[in-house]
């Protein structure tokens, strides 16, 4: 499908919903009028494979035959949460200081939604690290696929390491240095130290 620039607009909405399975979902414009299409190819080419419902969306859009579609992905931004914790293994000051926390690439081991969890690993990182499902929709994703790139803020769980938070891939890389490379400085290593802190016992 030819995209005829002229008629892009950028626009802002909530995701109603939005199924991995089906490979589409749809997206409430906040100005009103008729849902959008949200395809699974428009939502890879952001670097997901999933999106969770309520999820604040900027993207833009463009009328088509069959309806507005959404064209590209701007941004995505996770429910409206109150501030607890999404499961009880995780205290609420974790939440309130998870940007405090270093943000480790990694990809997915294997992931059951019907279960409610399932396992990554972060690079150099040789132990498993536990993925809960409500920590997926708190960090706005609807579901995982096998060997699919997140990046990961991991903390020391009751029964092992666990996530706090998942990102997409590619926010993931930028904002992670190389956790079991040479540090270059002092404050790396303080990072480091500060990090393993966390994940080890």
């Known amino acids: 499908m030819m995209t005829d620039e002229s008629k892009l607009k950028l626009v802002h909405g909530v995701v109603k919903w939005f199924d991995p399975a089906k490979g589409y979902g749809f997206i409430l414009n906040s100005e009103g009028g008729a849902d959008i299409l949200l395809h699974a190819n428009v939502l890879r080419n952001f670097g997901r494979g999933s999106v969770a419902d309520q999820s604040r969306v900027t993207v833009w859009m463009q009328p088509t035959d069959r309806g507005l579609q959404a064209t590209e992905v701007v941004s995505i931004e996770p429910p409206v949460s109150d501030g607890t914790a999404p499961i009880a293994d995780l205290e609420n000051g974790i939440i309130e200081h998870l940007d405090a926390l270093p943000l480790r690439p990694a990809r997915v081991k294997w ?91």
């Open 111 to 201: 992931f059951d939604k019907a279960k409610g969890f399932g396992f990554a690993n972060i690079f150099g990182h040789p132990d498993d690290v536990f993925l809960h499902v409500e920590v997926l929709r708190h960090s706005g994703f609807a579901d995982l696929t096998i060997g699919e790139a997140i990046g990961l803020r991991v903390v020391e769980g009751p029964r092992g390491l666990m996530a706090a938070q998942i990102t997409s891939w590619d926010y993931g890389t930028r904002q992670s240095d190389s956790l079991f490379g040479t540090a270059s400085s002092e404050d790396d290593l303080d990072q480091e130290d500060e990090f393993l802190a966390h994940v080890a016992e």
